[in-house]
C-alpha cells in the first residue's frame, strides 16, 4: 500500500510544528534550554502585561501569563508530535489562536517585525496544516459518499432484474 503525499506532508508537518512548540514552550517555562532566551522571554511577557492593563484587573501577572501560554504550547506541542486523530486537530487550532494571540501582543507593544516573524510564519504552517487535514477530510466525505451511492445503484439494478425475471413467461 502507497502513502499519499498529503499524509506525508500532514505527519511532516504536525511531527516539526509539535517539536517547535514543546522547545519554544519549555523556553517559556523553564531556563534550562537558554538563560538568555528564558531572560528575553520574561522581559517579553512584562512588556505584554504592562500593555494590557486588563491583565492586571483580573489578577494576571506576567508570570501567569507567561507560564499559561508555554504550558499550553508544550502540551498542544506533544499532542501534534504524538496523539493521532482529531485531538491533533485540536491542539493545532489551540495553537493558532496562540500564534493569534502573540501576534496582537507583538503589534500592541510595537515590536518589530523581526522579533515576530516566527509568530506569523508558524501561524502560517498551523494554518496551512489545519487546510491540508480538512481537505482530506472532504476527499474522504466525497468518497464515502461516492461509495454509498454506487452500492444504492447496484442494489436498485438487482431488484429491477429481480423483478424483470418475474414477469418474464418461461418457456419450454
Same mark, same amino acid.
Given at each position: 500500500?502507497?502513502?499519499?503525499?498529503?499524509?506525508?506532508?500532514?505527519?511532516?508537518?504536525?511531527?516539526?510544528?509539535?517539536?517547535?512548540?514543546?522547545?519554544?514552550?519549555?523556553?517559556?517555562? /523553564?531556563?534550562?534550554?537558554?538563560?538568555?532566551?528564558?531572560?528575553?522571554?520574561?522581559?517579553?511577557?512584562?512588556?505584554?502585561?504592562?500593555? &494590557?492593563?486588563?491583565?492586571?484587573?483580573?489578577?494576571?501577572?506576567?508570570?501567569?501569563?507567561?507560564?499559561?501560554?508555554?504550558?499550553?504550547?508544550?502540551?498542544?506541542?506533544?499532542?501534534?508530535?504524538?496523539?493521532?486523530?482529531?485531538?491533533?486537530?485540536?491542539?493545532?487550532?489551540?495553537?493558532?489562536?496562540?500564534?493569534?494571540?502573540? &501576534?496582537?501582543?507583538?503589534?500592541?507593544?510595537?515590536?518589530?517585525?523581526?522579533?515576530?516573524?516566527?509568530?506569523?510564519?508558524?501561524?502560517?504552517?498551523?494554518?496551512?496544516?489545519?487546510?491540508?487535514?480538512?481537505?482530506?477530510?472532504?476527499?474522504?466525505?466525497? /468518497?464515502?459518499?461516492?461509495? /454509498?451511492?454506487?452500492?444504492?445503484?447496484?442494489?436498485?439494478?438487482?431488484? /429491477?432484474?429481480?423483478?424483470?425475471?418475474?414477469?418474464? &413467461?418461461?418457456?419450454?
Amino acid at each position: 500500500m502507497m502513502v499519499s503525499s498529503r499524509t506525508v506532508t500532514t505527519v511532516a508537518l504536525s511531527v516539526a510544528l509539535g517539536l517547535f512548540f514543546v522547545f519554544m514552550g519549555t523556553i517559556k517555562l /523553564t531556563p534550562r534550554l537558554s538563560r538568555d532566551a528564558y531572560s528575553e522571554m520574561k522581559r517579553a511577557y512584562k512588556e505584554y502585561a504592562k500593555a &494590557l492593563p486588563v491583565l492586571k484587573k483580573m489578577g494576571i501577572t506576567s508570570i501567569l501569563l507567561r507560564k499559561f501560554i508555554g504550558t499550553l504550547e508544550v502540551a498542544c506541542g506533544v499532542v501534534m508530535t504524538l496523539v493521532p486523530g482529531r485531538p491533533k486537530d485540536v491542539a493545532n487550532f489551540t495553537l493558532l489562536l496562540v500564534m493569534l494571540a502573540v &501576534l496582537f501582543l507583538h503589534q500592541l507593544v510595537g515590536d518589530p517585525l523581526k522579533r515576530y516573524a516566527h509568530a506569523l510564519v508558524f501561524g502560517i504552517l498551523l494554518t496551512c496544516r489545519l487546510l491540508i487535514v480538512r481537505q482530506a477530510d472532504e476527499k474522504d466525505k466525497d /468518497t464515502a459518499a461516492g461509495v /454509498t451511492a454506487r452500492e444504492g445503484e447496484a442494489e436498485e439494478e438487482r431488484k /429491477t432484474e429481480t423483478e424483470l425475471g418475474k414477469g418474464k &413467461l418461461k418457456s419450454s
